[in-house]
């Protein structure tokens, strides 16, 4: 069995962002970067199938991004992942999640892998698309949004369950396969420094626009969302500290929240 | 391409989901502008109820696909469903609510049918040629993005819960029912059961109103406070991932950026300091009160309104104050 896990170099959770010059992107300079939590689950999920089985031949990642997203490859490798992919290309610099989805699907199609693992959501672009997207245009059935994952004796399907609004479904599901990877599946083991010495042995596949065939046609019809303009989140207006004992001022807390904010 | 706009009516239980009312709104102000139609799309198995409370103000046509192999969701089927009505209306924008279902099943579709896609959108409208063009949080709110779409391809967009408002007035729709085709390999998931979480307790993702707790709530036993406060204003209990991770609550109930997304119309947050990736689950609230016996803690930038004690003090007269107003109308 083939496992291909797609990951995403994001800014570090903490950043503070600040919109550059031109107003459509952050900027960069002095951002931590790190590899997107969800996919971090997407990575040990992988690497935890390997080790519970005999059957998992290899497990690939593969990340679209600049020269730097390489470290997210290499962080991926150390944790256990084989081999890596790298897409990169000027060419591909402006694409929206939907052309992104397109592009991997591309690399991807004649790689026979049987399981594709992603994080449910990138902490960036907050968008979520491109693991249904990919699968859909892999023509593969996807779980989204899995919090558990159990691959069955046989290798040729899995039951994962999946977190919806108030409630946890139960799906089977015949593989290849898609499966988004949601906070609770499982938690990225650090990886260790001589796995990281090791990890920088290990090969990594890099994809130019030449690789993909009619790159621009393909394209062309799919997504094509554009960033427009980027400004700082909308700012709240500024609160009140309501004062008094806590009797007194939940009192008057209530009163405000009936009359004023008409919340309750 | 016509100038209709289409709704995902999205329905569980034979029950419309509020989000999904709530798409109305903004769809009737596009269609206004392009001078096409509202159309919903209900999908499901036994849907005449769900159908029905989609005859609101605004709507001029409801299609149903219905069939027994769509009572639950399945990522694939009712991918198929959705592209059949949208082959059938042919619209120029498609909303979906940014629930769960709404963000699994939109990019399948976009993809499907070379759309452009953007997600949890907070504003939306068209420019001077008719393109859809939409704001939308990211960088985990700490950012606003607007995005412009193609105005030669379907554009879809899902829409954050509590954007806009449903309409509160009946409609005189015309429904009419498509036959489900099942594609090929739609078989290939199975729903095998769906176990609703927390029992009876109403989930973070669907409450009007939220009290969440922190790493101060101390244990498990005390969220009790939280639960009986949760009660009396009908809410939901959410969490810090601090509270969540020491064991407090479930992950379930986990508000944040590893979390869930909230927007509920109020959120009281009791002992939580607010860090940036617990604000980025739910500085989208109308209204934020923040529990915090440190006045320096960043939840207070965001809130409304904030009472510096200590949460084991207000949570308990809290719940007596709203009990006594409850009792009082
Ligand atoms: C990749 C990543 C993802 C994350 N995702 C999430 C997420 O989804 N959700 C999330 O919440 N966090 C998330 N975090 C963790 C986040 O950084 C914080 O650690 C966490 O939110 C802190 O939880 P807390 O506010 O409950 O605890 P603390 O930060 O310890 O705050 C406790 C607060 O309680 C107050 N307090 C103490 N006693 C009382 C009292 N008696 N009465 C009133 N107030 C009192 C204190 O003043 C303090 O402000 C994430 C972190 C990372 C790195």
Redesign the pocket.
């Given at each position: 069995m083939r496992i291909l896990v797609l990951i995403k170099q994001v800014p570090d959770?903490t950043t503070r962002i600040k919109i550059a010059a031109g107003g459509t992107d952050i900027d960069r300079t002095g951002v931590k970067l790190v590899v997107n939590?969800f996919d971090e689950f997407a990575i040990e999920q992988a690497v935890r199938l390997r080790e519970a089985r005999s059957d998992i031949e290899q497990i690939t990642a593969l990340t679209v991004g600049p020269a730097k997203a390489a470290e997210a490859l290499r962080t991926a490798l150390a944790v256990g992942c084989d081999d890596g992919i790298h897409i990169q290309d000027d060419a591909f610099a402006g694409f929206d999640e939907l052309q992104t989805a397109r592009l991997i699907a591309t690399a991807v199609k004649d790689g026979g892998y049987d399981l594709i693992l992603v994080g449910k959501q990138e902490i960036d672009l907050d968008s979520g698309h491109v693991g249904p997207a990919v699968a859909e245009f892999l023509d593969l059935p996807h779980v989204g949004t899995a919090v558990k994952f159990e691959l069955a004796a046989d290798g040729k399907s899995f039951t994962a369950n999946r977190r919806v609004e108030g409630a946890e479904e139960t799906v089977q599901v015949t593989l290849p396969a898609v499966v988004t990877c949601e906070k609770g599946l499982c938690e990225m083991r650090y990886p260790s420094l001589p796995n990281l010495m090791k990890a920088k042995k290990k090969p990594i596949k890099q994809v130019t626009a030449a690789d993909v065939p009619d790159a621009a046609s393909l394209f062309a019809s799919v997504g094509g969302t554009k960033m427009a303009d980027l400004q700082p989140p909308p700012s709240r207006p500024p609160g009140k500290v309501i004062p008094g004992e806590p009797e007194e001022a939940v009192k008057e807390l209530v009163r405000l929240l009936r009359e004023e904010a008409k919340a309750i | 391409m016509t100038d209709d706009i289409l709704i995902f009516a999205e329905q569980r239980d034979n029950r419309i989901h509020p989000a999904a009312l709530q798409l109305v709104t903004p769809a009737r102000a596009l269609a206004d502008k392009t001078g096409g139609q509202v159309v919903a799309c209900v999908v499901g198995d036994q849907i005449d109820t769900a159908a029905a409370a989609m005859n609101v103000a605004g709507v001029n046509r409801i299609i149903t696909i219905s069939n027994t192999s769509l009572a639950v969701y399945s990522a694939t089927r009712y991918r198929t469903a959705l592209v059949a009505a949208a082959e059938k209306v042919q619209p120029r924008v498609l909303l979906l609510p940014a629930s769960f279902m709404g963000r699994d099943l939109s990019p399948r579709v976009a993809a499907r049918l070379s759309a452009g896609l953007g997600t949890d959108v907070v504003e939306l409208d068209l420019d001077g040629d008719g393109a859809l063009e939409i704001h939308r949080p990211i960088y985990n709110g700490k950012a606003s993005a607007k995005l412009t779409f193609a105005r030669d391809r379907l554009a879809i967009a899902t829409v954050r819960a509590n954007t806009f408002p449903a309409p509160t007035d009946g409609g005189a729709a015309a429904t009419e029912s498509l036959a489900f085709t099942p594609g090929a390999g739609d078989d290939r998931i199975t729903v095998k059961g769906i176990e609703r979480a927390g029992g009876e307790v109403k989930d973070v993702a669907e409450a009007d109103i939220i009290v969440a707790g922190?790493?101060?709530l101390k244990n498990e036993q005390n969220f009790a406070l939280l639960y009986k406060l949760a009660k009396e204003l009908d809410a939901a209990v959410g969490a810090?991932?601090?509270?969540c991770d020491a064991g407090y609550q479930p992950h379930s109930r986990?508000?944040?950026?590893?979390?869930k997304t909230v927007t509920p119309k109020l959120y009281i947050a009791?002992?939580?300091?607010g860090?940036i990736?617990?604000l980025a689950?739910m500085r989208g609230s109308k209204v934020i009160v923040n529990?915090?016996?440190?006045p320096e803690?960043p939840l207070a930038q965001v809130a409304d309104y904030t009472i510096q004690h200590?949460?084991?003090k207000v949570i308990p007269a809290l719940t007596a104050e709203v009990r006594a107003l409850k009792a009082q109308s």
């Amino acid at each position: 069995m083939r496992i291909l896990v797609l990951i995403k170099q994001v800014p570090d959770s903490t950043t503070r962002i600040k919109i550059a010059a031109g107003g459509t992107d952050i900027d960069r300079t002095g951002v931590k970067l790190v590899v997107n939590p969800f996919d971090e689950f997407a990575i040990e999920q992988a690497v935890r199938l390997r080790e519970a089985r005999s059957d998992i031949e290899q497990i690939t990642a593969l990340t679209v991004g600049p020269a730097k997203a390489a470290e997210a490859l290499r962080t991926a490798l150390a944790v256990g992942c084989d081999d890596g992919i790298h897409i990169q290309d000027d060419a591909f610099a402006g694409f929206d999640e939907l052309q992104t989805a397109r592009l991997i699907a591309t690399a991807v199609k004649d790689g026979g892998y049987d399981l594709i693992l992603v994080g449910k959501q990138e902490i960036d672009l907050d968008s979520g698309h491109v693991g249904p997207a990919v699968a859909e245009f892999l023509d593969l059935p996807h779980v989204g949004t899995a919090v558990k994952f159990e691959l069955a004796a046989d290798g040729k399907s899995f039951t994962a369950n999946r977190r919806v609004e108030g409630a946890e479904e139960t799906v089977q599901v015949t593989l290849p396969a898609v499966v988004t990877c949601e906070k609770g599946l499982c938690e990225m083991r650090y990886p260790s420094l001589p796995n990281l010495m090791k990890a920088k042995k290990k090969p990594i596949k890099q994809v130019t626009a030449a690789d993909v065939p009619d790159a621009a046609s393909l394209f062309a019809s799919v997504g094509g969302t554009k960033m427009a303009d980027l400004q700082p989140p909308p700012s709240r207006p500024p609160g009140k500290v309501i004062p008094g004992e806590p009797e007194e001022a939940v009192k008057e807390l209530v009163r405000l929240l009936r009359e004023e904010a008409k919340a309750i | 391409m016509t100038d209709d706009i289409l709704i995902f009516a999205e329905q569980r239980d034979n029950r419309i989901h509020p989000a999904a009312l709530q798409l109305v709104t903004p769809a009737r102000a596009l269609a206004d502008k392009t001078g096409g139609q509202v159309v919903a799309c209900v999908v499901g198995d036994q849907i005449d109820t769900a159908a029905a409370a989609m005859n609101v103000a605004g709507v001029n046509r409801i299609i149903t696909i219905s069939n027994t192999s769509l009572a639950v969701y399945s990522a694939t089927r009712y991918r198929t469903a959705l592209v059949a009505a949208a082959e059938k209306v042919q619209p120029r924008v498609l909303l979906l609510p940014a629930s769960f279902m709404g963000r699994d099943l939109s990019p399948r579709v976009a993809a499907r049918l070379s759309a452009g896609l953007g997600t949890d959108v907070v504003e939306l409208d068209l420019d001077g040629d008719g393109a859809l063009e939409i704001h939308r949080p990211i960088y985990n709110g700490k950012a606003s993005a607007k995005l412009t779409f193609a105005r030669d391809r379907l554009a879809i967009a899902t829409v954050r819960a509590n954007t806009f408002p449903a309409p509160t007035d009946g409609g005189a729709a015309a429904t009419e029912s498509l036959a489900f085709t099942p594609g090929a390999g739609d078989d290939r998931i199975t729903v095998k059961g769906i176990e609703r979480a927390g029992g009876e307790v109403k989930d973070v993702a669907e409450a009007d109103i939220i009290v969440a707790g922190g790493r101060a709530l101390k244990n498990e036993q005390n969220f009790a406070l939280l639960y009986k406060l949760a009660k009396e204003l009908d809410a939901a209990v959410g969490a810090s991932r601090a509270a969540c991770d020491a064991g407090y609550q479930p992950h379930s109930r986990q508000v944040g950026l590893t979390g869930k997304t909230v927007t509920p119309k109020l959120y009281i947050a009791a002992g939580i300091s607010g860090a940036i990736q617990h604000l980025a689950g739910m500085r989208g609230s109308k209204v934020i009160v923040n529990i915090n016996t440190d006045p320096e803690a960043p939840l207070a930038q965001v809130a409304d309104y904030t009472i510096q004690h200590d949460l084991f003090k207000v949570i308990p007269a809290l719940t007596a104050e709203v009990r006594a107003l409850k009792a009082q109308s």
